[in-house]
């Protein structure tokens, strides 16, 4: 039925323009209330449309108020007249209903996407599709917390001690020595029984420590003590390398011995907190500690009964932590404040600071035994261990002069002087006592002479030593306290033994190096320790030793040695790499720490015996007054690794030479300069000529000029020209020269001008750019000796990948260089050995070069050393030879005296190369040798390897082993010898000179299977 526009908006035909609006927007409304009505309604809805475009518009309202007829619609209409519109409503609603349809399926699709896309989002978000970094989840968290805890300090050892505080040992320590957590140094004695009141504590702590005994930490003996209530029964317990090795630190008084360590194990709860930092949401996330590679004595059940604490120990815990989502993954809360904190200071600090957060979150394997052992005996056979560490040497704290400033200031002679003097502080009183006992070792030993002194005239000066002395002590008003004294003058060969003018210290013996373990600290570091054997201990600090409870401990009971793991790249600048490296390694000595005056001395320092003498009081049982001291040598459990699985049997590697034998293959691409197809004419100078003849003054540097002529060669030439001084290099091409390539450097800028036309590439690179080829080196030597050849030929062959053609070298050039065809060829020397010179004398030959009869010492102001070197050097071959020190006038050898060998120079001596010189004896440890010492070297040539052994011990490790010290493949080697003395003016204080054997009479020791003897003359079969 037809209505009119009127009718379907419900208005009357003079309704205002607002009533019609609102009249739509009404009918507009309940049309969308019922949507989904049925087809109806899609027509209703055309037709207010309708009736609306043409009421609200003035123009179509007139035109449809006179004709009362629908105008001609925009659409829809398909050729029907206007008149005939409201009959066509049916046929002209179908395209809008397809158009709607389209409307709502592009609706439903979008709708469909964005669930989707959301869908996909929130299972990103909560990491149900992996690899999201924000993703809170147990997976993505797990790292982080990790780091959280080693930051929080959450993960770490733990370790139980004894309980001692309570009913503490009636002694501790060793007498005479500073009580320290080592063996020999350790020592703890419980009387039985105690005061009542804390006896269980007694009985407790008696099987506590017991029971640490039957693990092998301690030695339990049974003994008695002297009290002031008599005899009593009581056990002594020593601390033993084994218990050492399971210690968690190596300080304090009480040893704690490692349980196990305390690590992350797993989260428990992920909670999202109301709230955020630095607009990042904080998560607080639940998780348990546990701890780990528990030792294996910890799970008896004698342990948890003995050790109340241990069930706390090792019980897991629960631990909180906070971490903060950001837009690349999660921190923890610190790390977010401390990043924030270092932006605003600056941007390098917090660079540095992501940098150590990096390394946390990725570290590296921890060493595995094989690895931990390699690291060792690279160190032990490295220039820093050889060069310093083998020789043990305790601190001698021993004030010159004493109580006498004279004395203190007078360096013509060594003097003590203390005195009997009432009111000394307590510790400079047991700073004498020590030193008394000392000094009273070396007068025993005959090394020190003793002078009683008398007491001073009450009305006269302060205290003087001899006629004329300066005042000592304090002043006059102090002497009446002064009662008698004593003055100690030392020999000047035991001044020389002890290194009194300089690094004073007590040459105790070699040390002999074991491994005994590591600890693991995470985060590329951990430490180690090892235990050394004293051997060859010289017989006048044997001599010490009876008087000297930590000398005696150190040499009885061997000296622990400490040192860091650490992962990091070799200092060398090997370009090995980051492995694991011992990094440092040093010897803890025991300490002389003594109280009382010598028994010997007791009577001359009365007034000092009665103020440290402390009178013991009597209790219930009765309190220690004395123990007979009884040092015995344990024997040194077997290495053990307490921190790691037990070792495997692995070889120890043999450290690699600097140079090889045969000159190793280079891949083609890998030299920095590849002269390819190119021959190698290599020019070395140290510097150029100065214009009109002038000289370089005193550090400076100013540009020099070398001359080349390059003529026709038989291939294209590259010229690889070295200066250590800069240079302008004037290359003139002759008639047929072809040159390819030029590479001129140096430790200063070069320059090169090439006269004549070319095509050639010009490099002058920085010395910073220069790579490090041979040892570290970039320049060629400036010398034509044969052992500097092996250099050449691996530096150019290192930078260019080929041999050189030629070489030439000059300091400074006299004419300009000339390469060409008839240019003499470069050409490595031939090998000598043994076997190539055959059999015959070895003499020794000194600056002169004639024999040297007798290795006389020539004397300077204060002393000399003169040095003397075999007639033969070889290159090949297995070697052997001894010098046997002879020493006058000292106890042991003078300050320059040594033996080693060296690389050798062309007409006889050596290369004055201290890269290529080895001497057996790091300088400052000619202390520790003596008149009579034998030493032998065995040079493996071909192997590139030196081994020493003194008075019959090798020191690193046999011939063959790999363990000695590395020398140059393919160089040519002489054994040299240094005598030695000390002296001013006349007076000729000691002197070290050497008896060499190079195989013309039987060797002390049995020569080395399949090594001859330096002359030729003796030989051991393999």
Same mark, same amino acid.
């Given at each position: 039925?037809?209505?009119?526009?009127?009718?379907?908006?419900?208005?009357?035909?003079?309704?205002?323009?607002?009533?019609?609006?609102?009249?739509?927007?009404?009918?507009?409304?309940?049309?969308?209330?019922?949507?989904?009505?049925?087809?109806?309604?899609?027509?209703?809805?055309?037709?207010?449309?309708?009736?609306?475009?043409?009421?609200?518009?003035?123009?179509?309202?007139?035109?449809?108020?006179?004709?009362?007829?629908?105008?001609?619609?925009?659409?829809?209409?398909?050729?029907?007249?206007?008149?005939?519109?409201?009959?066509?409503?049916?046929?002209?609603?179908?395209?809008?209903?397809?158009?709607?349809?389209?409307?709502?399926?592009?609706?439903?699709?979008?709708?469909?996407?964005?669930?989707?896309?959301?869908?996909?989002?929130?299972?990103?978000?909560?990491?149900?599709?992996?690899?999201?970094?924000?993703? @809170?989840?147990?997976?993505?968290?797990?790292?982080?917390?990790?780091? /959280?805890?080693?930051?929080?300090?959450?993960?770490?050892?733990?370790?139980?001690?004894?309980?001692?505080?309570?009913? =503490?040992?009636?002694?501790?320590?060793?007498?005479?020595?500073?009580?320290?957590?080592?063996?020999?140094?350790?020592?703890?004695?419980?009387?039985?029984?105690?005061?009542?009141?804390?006896?269980?504590?007694?009985?407790?702590?008696?099987?506590?420590?017991?029971?640490?005994?039957?693990?092998?930490?301690?030695?339990?003996?049974?003994?008695?003590?002297?009290?002031?209530?008599?005899?009593?029964?009581?056990?002594?317990?020593?601390?033993?390398?084994?218990?050492?090795?399971?210690?968690?630190?190596?300080?304090?008084?009480?040893?704690?011995?490692?349980?196990?360590?305390?690590?992350?194990?797993?989260?428990?709860?992920?909670?999202?907190?109301?709230?955020?930092?630095?607009?990042?949401?904080?998560?607080?996330?639940?998780?348990?500690?546990?701890?780990?590679?528990?030792?294996?004595?910890?799970?008896?059940?004698?342990?948890?009964?003995?050790?109340?604490?241990?069930?706390?120990?090792?019980?897991?815990?629960?631990?909180?932590?906070?971490?903060?989502?950001?837009?690349?993954?999660?921190?923890?809360?610190?790390?977010?404040?401390?990043?924030?904190?270092?932006?605003?200071?600056?941007?390098?600090?917090?660079? /540095?600071?992501?940098?150590?957060?990096?390394?946390?979150?990725?570290?590296?394997?921890?060493?595995?035994?094989?690895?931990?052992?390699?690291?060792?005996?690279?160190?032990?056979?490295?220039?820093?261990?050889?060069?310093?560490?083998?020789?043990?040497?305790?601190?001698?704290?021993?004030?010159?002069?004493?109580?006498?400033?004279?004395?203190?200031?007078?360096?013509?002679?060594?003097?003590?002087?203390?005195?009997?003097?009432?009111?000394?502080?307590?510790?400079?009183?047991?700073?004498?006592?020590?030193?008394?006992?000392?000094?009273?070792?070396?007068?025993?030993?005959?090394?020190?002479?003793?002078?009683?002194?008398?007491? !001073?005239?009450?009305?006269?000066?302060?205290?003087?030593?001899?006629?004329? @002395?300066?005042?000592?002590?304090?002043?006059?008003?102090?002497?009446?306290?002064?009662?008698? %004294?004593?003055?100690?003058?030392?020999?000047?060969? =035991?001044?020389? =033994?002890?290194?009194?003018?300089?690094?004073?210290?007590?040459?105790? %013996?070699?040390?002999?190096?074991?491994?005994?373990?590591?600890?693991?600290?995470?985060?590329?570091?951990?430490?180690?320790?090892?235990?050394?054997?004293?051997?060859?201990?010289?017989?006048?600090?044997?001599?010490?030793?009876?008087?000297?409870?930590?000398?005696?401990?150190?040499?009885?009971?061997?000296?622990?040695?400490?040192?860091?793991?650490?992962?990091?790249?070799?200092?060398?600048?090997?370009?090995?790499?980051?492995?694991?490296?011992?990094?440092?390694?040093?010897?803890?000595?025991?300490?002389?720490?003594?109280?009382?005056?010598?028994?010997?001395?007791?009577?001359?320092?009365?007034?000092?015996?009665?103020?440290?003498?402390?009178?013991?009081?009597?209790?219930?049982?009765?309190?220690?007054?004395?123990?007979?001291?009884?040092?015995?040598? #344990?024997?040194?459990? /077997?290495?053990?690794?307490?921190?790691?699985?037990?070792?495997?049997?692995?070889?120890?590697?043999?450290?690699?030479?600097?140079?090889?034998?045969?000159?190793?293959?280079?891949?083609?691409?890998?030299?920095?300069?590849?002269?390819?197809?190119?021959?190698?004419?290599?020019?070395?100078?140290?510097?150029?000529?100065?214009?009109?003849?002038?000289?370089?003054?005193?550090?400076?540097?100013?540009?020099?000029?070398?001359?080349?002529?390059?003529?026709?060669?038989?291939?294209?030439?590259?010229?690889?020209?070295?200066?250590?001084?800069?240079?302008?290099?004037?290359?003139?091409?002759?008639?047929?020269?072809?040159?390819?390539?030029?590479?001129?450097?140096?430790?200063?800028?070069?320059?090169?001008?090439?006269?004549?036309?070319?095509?050639?590439?010009?490099?002058?690179?920085?010395?910073?750019?220069?790579?490090? @080829?041979?040892? %570290?080196?970039?320049?060629? #030597?400036?010398?034509?000796?044969?052992?500097?050849?092996?250099?050449?030929?691996?530096?150019?062959?290192?930078?260019?990948?080929?041999?050189?053609?030629?070489?030439?070298?000059?300091?400074?050039?006299?004419?300009?260089?000339?390469?060409?065809?008839?240019?003499?060829?470069?050409?490595?020397?031939?090998?000598?050995?043994?076997?190539?010179?055959?059999?015959?004398?070895?003499?020794?030959?000194?600056?002169?070069?004639?024999?040297?009869?007798?290795?006389?010492?020539?004397?300077?102001?204060?002393?000399?050393?003169? !040095?003397?070197?075999?007639?033969?050097?070889?290159?090949?071959?297995?070697?052997?030879?001894?010098?046997?020190?002879?020493?006058?006038?000292?106890?042991?050898?003078?300050?320059?005296?040594?033996?080693?060998?060296?690389?050798?120079?062309?007409?006889?001596?050596?290369?004055?190369?201290?890269?290529?010189?080895?001497?057996?004896? !790091?300088?400052?440890?000619?202390?520790?040798?003596?008149?009579?010492?034998?030493? %032998?070297?065995?040079?493996?040539?071909?192997?590139?390897?030196?081994?020493?052994?003194?008075?019959?011990?090798?020191?690193?490790?046999?011939?063959?082993?790999?363990?000695?010290?590395?020398?140059?493949?393919?160089?040519?080697?002489?054994?040299?010898?240094?005598?030695?003395?000390?002296?001013?003016?006349?007076?000729?204080?000691?002197?070290?000179?050497?008896?060499?054997?190079?195989?013309?009479?039987?060797?002390?020791? #049995?020569?080395?299977?399949?090594?001859?003897?330096?002359?030729?003359?003796?030989?051991?079969?393999?």
């Amino acid at each position: 039925m037809h209505s009119s526009h009127y009718e379907i908006l419900g208005v009357s035909s003079a309704a205002t323009m607002d009533e019609i609006r609102g009249a739509y927007s009404a009918r507009l409304k309940e049309l969308r209330n019922s949507l989904g009505a049925g087809q109806s309604s899609a027509d209703y809805l055309d037709a207010l449309r309708d009736a609306y475009r043409v009421l609200s518009s003035p123009e179509l309202r007139a035109e449809y108020d006179a004709g009362n007829s629908t105008p001609a619609r925009q659409e829809g209409v398909d050729g029907d007249d206007v008149a005939g519109a409201g009959h066509n409503m049916q046929r002209a609603t179908a395209p809008s209903r397809r158009r709607l349809v389209r409307a709502l399926t592009v609706v439903l699709a979008v709708s469909l996407l964005a669930s989707a896309v959301f869908g996909g989002w929130l299972a990103w978000d909560r990491g149900y599709v992996p690899g999201n970094p924000r993703a @809170a989840t147990v997976e993505v968290m797990e790292p982080i917390v990790r780091r /959280a805890a080693v930051m929080k300090s959450q993960q770490r050892t733990v370790c139980v001690s004894p309980e001692l505080e309570r009913a =503490a040992p009636e002694i501790q320590g060793v007498p005479g020595i500073v009580n320290r957590t080592v063996p020999g140094q350790h020592s703890l004695i419980l009387l039985l029984e105690t005061h009542a009141r804390d006896q269980d504590v007694r009985e407790r702590q008696l099987r506590q420590l017991s029971f640490f005994a039957k693990q092998g930490f301690f030695s339990e003996n049974d003994l008695t003590v002297d009290t002031d209530a008599g005899s009593r029964a009581a056990k002594q317990f020593q601390l033993t390398w084994q218990g050492y090795g399971a210690m968690l630190t190596r300080g304090g008084n009480t040893p704690c011995f490692v349980v196990g360590d305390r690590e992350f194990n797993a989260i428990q709860t992920i909670e999202k907190r109301n709230e955020d930092v630095f607009g990042m949401e904080i998560y607080e996330v639940a998780y348990e500690t546990a701890v780990m590679n528990v030792s294996p004595w910890v799970s008896s059940e004698s342990a948890k009964a003995l050790f109340p604490k241990l069930a706390g120990l090792i019980s897991p815990k629960r631990e909180m932590t906070r971490l903060l989502r950001g837009n690349e993954g999660w921190v923890t809360e610190m790390e977010a404040q401390r990043r924030s904190s270092l932006l605003n200071e600056n941007s390098a600090g917090a660079a /540095a600071f992501a940098k150590q957060m990096e390394a946390l979150l990725s570290p590296p394997p921890a060493p595995d035994p094989a690895t931990v052992r390699t690291a060792f005996s690279d160190y032990l056979n490295g220039d820093q261990w050889l060069g310093r560490g083998t020789v043990a040497c305790m601190s001698l704290r021993l004030q010159r002069g004493g109580d006498d400033r004279e004395a203190a200031n007078d360096r013509s002679s060594y003097r003590v002087v203390y005195h009997d003097q009432a009111g000394r502080p307590e510790y400079q009183r047991t700073q004498m006592m020590t030193a008394l006992h000392l000094l009273s070792a070396l007068e025993i030993a005959g090394l020190a002479q003793i002078e009683s002194l008398p007491p !001073p005239s009450p009305t006269g000066p302060a205290v003087s030593t001899r006629p004329g @002395a300066i005042k000592s002590l304090k002043e006059t008003t102090l002497a009446s306290a002064v009662t008698s %004294g004593v003055r100690f003058v030392l020999r000047p060969d =035991a001044v020389q =033994a002890l290194g009194l003018n300089g690094s004073a210290c007590i040459p105790v %013996g070699r040390m002999k190096v074991e491994f005994l373990g590591t600890q693991y600290a995470g985060n590329r570091a951990g430490s180690l320790i090892a235990y050394a054997k004293v051997t060859q201990t010289p017989d006048w600090v044997v001599t010490m030793a009876e008087h000297l409870p930590a000398v005696r401990s150190a040499i009885e009971n061997g000296i622990p040695l400490n040192g860091m793991l650490g992962y990091a790249d070799d200092p060398t600048g090997s370009g090995q790499g980051k492995r694991w490296r011992v990094t440092s390694l040093g010897p803890s000595y025991p300490e002389m720490q003594i109280s009382s005056v010598p028994r010997s001395m007791q009577d001359r320092f009365p007034v000092t015996v009665s103020e440290s003498t402390k009178v013991p009081k009597s209790g219930v049982v009765g309190s220690p007054t004395s123990i007979p001291l009884r040092v015995t040598s #344990p024997v040194a459990s /077997a290495p053990v690794d307490f921190r790691i699985p037990a070792p495997v049997a692995v070889p120890l590697p043999a450290v690699a030479a600097n140079g090889s034998a045969a000159l190793p293959k280079i891949e083609k691409g890998t030299a920095p300069y590849a002269a390819g197809d190119l021959d190698v004419h290599a020019i070395s100078v140290y510097e150029g000529n100065l214009l009109n003849g002038e000289q370089r003054g005193f550090q400076q540097h100013p540009e020099g000029v070398v001359e080349i002529r390059l003529g026709k060669t038989g291939s294209p030439a590259m010229l690889l020209l070295s200066s250590y001084e800069p240079n302008e290099w004037r290359i003139t091409l002759e008639p047929g020269a072809n040159l390819g390539k030029v590479l001129a450097y140096g430790h200063y800028p070069q320059r090169v001008l090439v006269n004549g036309r070319h095509k050639a590439e010009i490099f002058t690179p920085s010395r910073e750019a220069m790579p490090r @080829a041979v040892g %570290g080196r970039i320049l060629l #030597p400036n010398q034509m000796e044969a052992n500097q050849m092996r250099d050449v030929a691996d530096l150019v062959r290192s930078l260019t990948g080929k041999l050189p053609v030629s070489f030439q070298a000059q300091y400074r050039p006299k004419s300009s260089f000339s390469v060409e065809a008839s240019t003499p060829p470069f050409s490595l020397p031939a090998p000598i050995s043994v076997a190539s010179l055959g059999a015959g004398d070895v003499v020794l030959k000194g600056s002169s070069h004639d024999p040297v009869t007798a290795l006389e010492v020539k004397y300077g102001n204060v002393g000399a050393y003169t !040095p003397a070197w075999a007639s033969r050097s070889y290159s090949s071959g297995r070697i052997y030879f001894e010098g046997n020190m002879a020493v006058t006038g000292g106890l042991v050898s003078e300050p320059h005296a040594n033996i080693g060998v060296a690389l050798a120079k062309s007409g006889g001596g050596m290369l004055d190369d201290t890269q290529g010189n080895y001497a057996v004896i !790091p300088h400052g440890q000619q202390k520790i040798y003596r008149n009579g010492d034998n030493f %032998g070297l065995a040079l493996d040539l071909d192997a590139g390897m030196a081994y020493v052994r003194i008075n019959g011990d090798w020191v690193t490790g046999a011939p063959g082993s790999g363990n000695g010290r590395a020398l140059k493949k393919g160089r040519e080697y002489v054994p040299y010898f240094y005598a030695s003395a000390i002296g001013s003016g006349a007076e000729r204080l000691g002197q070290t000179s050497w008896v060499t054997n190079f195989g013309a009479s039987s060797f002390r020791h #049995p020569l080395p299977k399949g090594y001859s003897s330096y002359d030729g003359r003796q030989k051991a079969p393999l």
